[in-house]
Each structure stands twice: as C-alpha cells, then as structure tokens.
C-alpha cells in the first residue's frame, strides 16, 4: 500500500505538496502557504521504518535540494509544524543525517515570530517571509484554537535539544504559563483562547477538530521528558477527570462516546478526529492515579469499539467524519456534510495503542477489515483516495490522497502488525502526526555533556 501510494506520488506530483489520484497530478493545500513538499516530508520515516531504502533515499536528496521554506505566504503554523518540523525531527532522529537537524531548526526559527502577541500565545497563521501573523476569521472573536497552539510542545522541545537554543522550549512552557492562570469552566479547557487579552472565546469545549491534540500533548510531554514533566501530568490527569465527568457519555445500546460540551449543553455527535482518544487513554492508562489503570484501558477499549461500530455501520465499512447518538440513531453519520471519509487515521491509531497494551487479537482483526476496505474502496489505479459517502453502495471519490494517509494510516497499520519492538514505546512517543520522538531520558543529558 506504502508503495502504491509512494509511486504514484512520485509519478505525477513529485514534489508538490500532495496528489490527485483520479485525475493524476499535484494537489495543494492552502495550509502549507507555499511550501512545497508535503508528502515527501511526511513519509520520510515512514519509508525508513519499512526499510524502502532507495524511496528514503530520493526523498532525502529531494528535501536537500529543493526544500525552500523563504516563501512569501501565509502558513498554519500547526499544520507546518506538525507535519514539516515532526517530519524532519523524526527522518534526523532515526536516521542520524544531518541535513533533516539542519531543516528542522531552520523551520523552527521561521516560526518564531508567530508567537509575537501580547500573551505569547501564536497566531494560527503566518506569513513565513514577512513574520506577520493573523487567526482564522471564523474562529471566536479572532481567537487562537486550543489545538492548535497546544500542539506545538513535543516539537518545539526538540528543537530547543538539537539546537542547544532554549527559546523554542520557552515559547511553549509559556502557553502553559498563561493556561494554568485562567479559570477553567467545570475544569475544561474551552477551544478558543483570545492572544491579545489572554481570556477565553466561546465556551465551547471538545476532545475532537479544535481541542484534541492539546490534551494528547499534555500527556506525551510527560512521556517524552522520562517523566519529569510533572505539570503536563497534572494538567493531563486533571482534564481527563473533567472530561470524564462532563463529556464521556454511554448510549442507550451501550456504546460509550465522547461528546462536544456547548457552553454546558451536551451535542451527542462524536468527530473520527475524536477516536485517537482510546490509544490516548490506554498511553496514559499506566501513569494514571490511585489504581486507576485498568478504569483507563477499559476507557480505551470502550473508545476503539465505538469506533469500529462506527465502521462497521457503514455499506464502506470505513468510519464517517462524524457520528451522532440522537434521535434513535447510534455511531451513525445523520447529516450529508459529515458522510465522508478522508483516509485519516484516528481509529487505526487507537487499535495499534490497544493491541500494543492488550494484545487482544480483535485489535488486528479490526485493522485488517479496514484494510480491506481501504483496497477495496480508496485504492484506485493513481494511487488512494478518500470517499464522499461511506453510507453509498457506489462509489464517489474525493480525488485527493492526504500526506496524512502515508504518515499516519498506513505507519500505525504497519506497527499494528509489527512486533512490540519497532518503536517501543518506552523510547519512542508520535506526534500527532505519527512522527515519532525520542524519549528524553534523564541520563541522556549527561551522556550529552560527557560528549560535548
């Protein structure tokens, strides 16, 4: 599948950001401004885990020779971030070539200027060459969104250790700086944070699209510091506890679901996006407090099989963008606009986590049903596409294949079949793009020291 998509990448849009596999040529997104490149950056470490050393080896001459981060365009700093600087990060960390240090520190530093607001907290978007900063029109009275700025933490520490200059760490230890003085409605963390006066848009509070990835980080950064990052750890158990009481939710069939909090009303729709939840809760099941563990794996195994249901109850057997828990119906996508399914990777990401701390054998089993629904459905003759309506028995394509589909589906599919020791999770934490981290370990930095 990896090289079924690779090829076909590298045949009609080598180079640009991501691919049309339907009409056969480049496909790019605004979010990267005019980076060019995505898909190359994001499946560097992908390629090397599967050990394609002559497709790893292209893609690092390509990003020697052609990655150009001097363009004037707007930029989302957490897209870039997650996908470009994580991608990098991680082809440096596995492989030792320099050349992906050297790239990732230079991105680092262009995205330094976001974080020029009177709280610290970074603008959504920017200009890469100018420095100026904005946010999303639409977003809450011209807020920055939770996970947005919440998911820049594992990256930016990384930085900060491979260039030995503390400002990116700085950046984002004040984000958490600024959170820890606000006052948290029921202790949840809304998704709108205005950077200018540092309160509180909308009180409107999710584990799905706009808050996810802050919470995942808050526990990651607890992880990847050998956990000595007490306050992330605090800040991870404490918010679990509040989303537990106010947003975990069982259906009358008996599915638990996570739903969005609206200013204290409850809307019972849970997002794909939100499906990462159940390998973050097994992740954090292990560190969690008095005797809590096994509560929280069990979390994220009722988690994975809502998913899956929310699969299976599709003619595609592959999960829509958002399901409801309203009206009689179950795990079921009611609306047109939220029937589609874009190749991404949440649930998978959740059955990997669960079999790595389980090992039940339903956990592959899932995998492998989306498998076949992914050749089945998505694979076409120019590589993967995503789907309009999961519910249809005819096919209609979207026409495009999402970087995230070789970063993050097919990596977390690869490990799910893969034994416990490729990137064990002692040493290893993923970004949210499936980039994975080194562990930090204490002795580490005097290991480093000695070696300076």
Same mark, same amino acid.
């Given at each position: 599948?990896?090289?079924?998509?690779?090829?076909?990448?590298?045949?009609? @849009?080598?180079?640009?950001? &991501?691919?049309?596999?339907?009409?056969?040529?480049?496909?790019?997104?605004?979010?990267?401004?005019?980076?060019?490149?995505?898909?190359?950056?994001?499946?560097?470490?992908?390629?090397?885990?599967?050990?394609?050393?002559?497709?790893?080896?292209?893609?690092?001459?390509?990003?020697? %020779?052609?990655?150009?981060?001097?363009?004037?365009?707007?930029?989302?700093?957490?897209?870039?971030?997650?996908?470009?600087?994580?991608?990098?990060?991680?082809?440096?960390?596995?492989?030792?070539?320099?050349?992906?240090?050297? %790239?990732?520190?230079?991105?680092?530093?262009?995205?330094?200027?976001?974080?020029?607001?009177?709280?610290?907290?970074?603008?959504?978007?920017?200009?890469? %060459?100018?420095?100026?900063?904005?946010?999303?029109?639409?977003? #809450?009275?011209?807020?920055?969104?939770?996970?947005?700025?919440?998911?820049?933490?594992?990256?930016?520490?990384?930085? @900060?250790?491979?260039?030995?200059?503390?400002?990116?760490?700085?950046?984002?230890?004040?984000?958490?700086?600024?959170?820890?003085?606000?006052?948290?409605?029921?202790?949840?963390?809304?998704?709108?944070?205005?950077?200018?006066?540092? =309160?509180?848009?909308?009180?409107?509070?999710?584990?799905?699209?706009?808050?996810?990835?802050?919470?995942?980080?808050?526990?990651?950064?607890?992880?990847? #510091?050998?956990?000595?990052?007490? &306050?992330? %750890?605090?800040?991870?158990?404490?918010?679990?506890?509040?989303?537990?009481?106010?947003?975990?939710?069982?259906?009358?069939?008996?599915?638990?679901?996570?739903?969005?909090?609206?200013?204290?009303?409850?809307?019972?729709?849970?997002?794909?996006?939100?499906?990462?939840?159940?390998?973050?809760?097994?992740?954090?099941?292990?560190?969690?407090?008095?005797?809590?563990?096994?509560?929280?794996?069990?979390?994220?195994?009722?988690?994975?099989?809502?998913?899956?249901?929310?699969?299976?109850? /599709?003619?595609?057997?592959?999960?829509?963008?958002?399901?409801?828990?309203?009206?009689?119906?179950?795990?079921?996508?009611?609306? =047109?606009?939220?029937?589609?399914?874009?190749?991404?990777?949440?649930?998978?990401?959740?059955?990997?986590?669960?079999?790595?701390?389980?090992?039940?054998?339903?956990?592959?089993?899932?995998?492998?049903?989306?498998?076949?629904?992914?050749? =089945?459905?998505?694979?076409?003759?120019?590589?993967? @596409?995503?789907?309009?309506?999961?519910?249809?028995?005819?096919?209609?394509?979207?026409?495009? =294949?999402?970087?995230?589909?070789?970063?993050?589906?097919?990596?977390?599919?690869?490990?799910?079949?893969?034994?416990?020791?490729?990137?064990?999770?002692?040493?290893?934490?993923?970004? /949210?793009?499936?980039?994975?981290?080194?562990?930090?370990?204490?002795?580490?930095?005097?290991?480093?020291?000695?070696?300076?």
């Amino acid at each position: 599948m990896m090289k079924h998509s690779w090829d076909n990448y590298k045949r009609y @849009s080598w180079g640009l950001n &991501e691919l049309k596999p339907i009409s056969k040529q480049g496909h790019s997104s605004n979010l990267f401004g005019n980076i060019q490149g995505a898909t190359i950056v994001d499946a560097l470490d992908t390629l090397y885990i599967m050990e394609m050393k002559d497709e790893f080896k292209e893609a690092k001459e390509w990003v020697e %020779k052609n990655l150009d981060f001097n363009v004037n365009a707007e930029i989302s700093v957490f897209e870039v971030n997650i996908r470009f600087v994580g991608g990098l990060l991680s082809a440096y960390y596995l492989s030792g070539e320099e050349i992906f240090r050297k %790239k990732a520190v230079e991105l680092g530093e262009k995205l330094l200027p976001a974080f020029n607001t009177p709280t610290g907290i970074p603008w959504a978007l920017l200009n890469i %060459k100018s420095g100026i900063g904005r946010n999303w029109p639409w977003a #809450s009275g011209g807020s920055s969104i939770l996970a947005e700025f919440g998911t820049l933490h594992l990256e930016f520490i990384h930085l @900060s250790h491979l260039s030995g200059n503390p400002v990116f760490a700085e950046k984002v230890m004040n984000i958490r700086k600024v959170l820890n003085r606000l006052d948290k409605p029921e202790g949840l963390y809304p998704n709108y944070l205005n950077p200018s006066s540092g =309160q509180w848009g909308q009180h409107h509070v999710s584990v799905g699209g706009l808050g996810d990835s802050f919470y995942e980080y808050l526990l990651k950064a607890w992880l990847m #510091s050998d956990k000595t990052d007490e &306050e992330g %750890k605090k800040m991870y158990y404490d918010a679990v506890q509040s989303i537990e009481t106010h947003l975990i939710r069982k259906s009358s069939g008996g599915l638990t679901y996570i739903a969005e909090w609206k200013g204290g009303l409850l809307e019972h729709k849970m997002g794909h996006l939100t499906c990462f939840a159940g390998g973050m809760f097994a992740l954090g099941a292990d560190g969690a407090p008095n005797d809590k563990t096994g509560h929280h794996i069990e979390l994220g195994a009722e988690i994975a099989r809502t998913c899956h249901e929310s699969y299976d109850r /599709t003619s595609m057997k592959l999960g829509p963008e958002a399901f409801r828990f309203d009206g009689g119906v179950e795990a079921i996508a009611t609306r =047109q606009n939220e029937k589609y399914y874009i190749l991404r990777p949440e649930v998978i990401e959740t059955y990997m986590y669960m079999w790595r701390f389980t090992h039940d054998p339903k956990y592959r089993q899932w995998g492998w049903e989306a498998v076949e629904a992914l050749e =089945q459905h998505c694979r076409v003759d120019g590589g993967y @596409s995503g789907i309009r309506d999961v519910y249809s028995n005819h096919q209609s394509h979207d026409d495009v =294949q999402q970087s995230f589909f070789l970063s993050e589906t097919l990596k977390y599919l690869y490990l799910l079949f893969s034994e416990d020791d490729l990137l064990p999770f002692e040493h290893w934490i993923f970004n /949210t793009e499936a980039h994975p981290l080194p562990v930090l370990h204490r002795d580490d930095e005097k290991k480093e020291e000695k070696h300076k």
